[in-house]
T-cell receptor
Framework: AQSVTQLGSHVSVSEGALVLLRCNYS??????LFWYVQYPNQGLQLLLK??????LVKGINGFEAEFKKSETSFHLTKPSAHMSDAAEYFC???????????????FGAGTRLAVHP | DGGITQSPKYLFRKEGQNVTLSCEQN?????MYWYRQDPGQGLRLIYY???????QKGDIAEGYSVSREKKESFPLTVTSAQKNPTAFYLC?????????????FGPGTRLTVL
C-alpha cells in the first residue's frame, strides 16, 4: 500500500530564506503526487502535482517540487520565504489500488511552516 | 465562481446527538469525499462517492453515515455512535476517478462535542 512520510512536523525559516519541506513516498506503481497548503481554519488548496510529465514541477506562489524516483522523494521548495507562506503543508500520493479505480489520496501528517522576520 | 461550500463553519454537539454537516459543490464533479482532520494526523478518509446513489466506506467510517441523492450534494451525519467526534471535517470533490485528478476542498466544518 502507498504511504507518505513528511520529515519534520514543524519547520521555521527567516523571511527571504530558502524553504525546503520534505516528502518521501512508498509506492508499488508509478505515483501521482500532490502538495497542498492549508491556512488556519481553512480547507486545502492545491500547490502543485506530479503526473509523470516532468520531474520538476512548478506550482503556485513560487513553489516547486522535484520528483526523484531513486530517492522516492518529492520535496517542496521555494527560493525565498514570505510571511504569507506560513501555513501547514501536506504531501499526498494517489493510490490507484484504492478499490474500484477511484482516486484515493494518502496524506502525510503535514508540516507546519513558520516564517519569522 | 465554482467551488465547494460547507456549512456550518462551527458546530457544537451534545453527547448522544446526531448532527449533519452539509457539503455542496457546483463544479459538476462526479466524485465527492469526506475527511476528518485531527492535529498531527493529516487527513483520514471517512466516506467517498463516485456517483449519485452510490458511496463507499473509507478508513474510519464507523459512527458516520452519508447519502448522495444529488450530484452536487454529499451530506455527512455524525451519529451518537461516534465516540470522539471533535475534529475538523473537510469535504472534497474531483472531476474523475483517475489517480491524476486532484481533489478540490471546501473550507471545512469544525465540530465540537460539549
Amino acid at each position: 500500500a502507498q504511504s507518505v512520510t513528511q520529515l519534520g512536523s514543524h519547520v521555521s525559516v527567516s523571511e527571504g530564506a530558502l524553504v525546503l519541506l520534505r516528502c518521501n513516498y512508498s509506492s508499488s506503481v508509478p505515483p501521482y503526487l500532490f502538495w497542498y497548503v492549508q491556512y488556519p481554519n481553512q480547507g486545502l488548496q492545491l500547490l502543485l502535482k506530479y503526473t509523470s510529465a516532468a520531474t520538476l514541477v512548478k506550482g503556485i506562489n513560487g513553489f516547486e517540487a522535484e520528483f526523484k524516483k531513486s530517492e522516492t522523494s518529492f520535496h517542496l521548495t521555494k527560493p525565498s520565504a514570505h510571511m504569507s507562506d506560513a501555513a501547514e503543508y501536506f504531501c499526498a500520493v494517489s493510490d490507484p489500488a484504492g478499490g474500484g479505480g477511484y482516486n484515493k489520496l494518502i496524506f502525510g501528517a503535514g508540516t507546519r511552516l513558520a516564517v519569522h522576520p | 465562481d465554482g467551488g465547494i461550500t460547507q456549512s456550518p463553519k462551527y458546530l457544537f454537539r451534545k453527547e448522544g446527538q446526531n448532527v449533519t454537516l452539509s457539503c455542496e459543490q457546483n463544479l459538476n464533479h462526479d466524485a465527492m469525499y469526506w475527511y476528518r482532520q485531527d492535529p498531527g494526523q493529516g487527513l483520514r478518509l471517512i466516506y467517498y462517492s463516485q456517483i449519485v446513489n452510490d458511496f463507499q466506506k473509507g478508513d474510519i467510517a464507523e459512527g458516520y453515515s452519508v447519502s448522495r441523492e444529488k450530484k452536487e450534494s454529499f451530506p455527512l451525519t455524525v451519529t451518537s455512535a461516534q465516540k470522539n467526534p471533535t475534529a475538523f471535517y473537510l469535504c472534497a470533490s474531483s472531476a474523475g476517478q483517475g489517480p491524476y485528478n486532484e481533489q478540490f476542498f471546501g473550507p471545512g466544518t469544525r465540530l465540537t462535542v460539549l
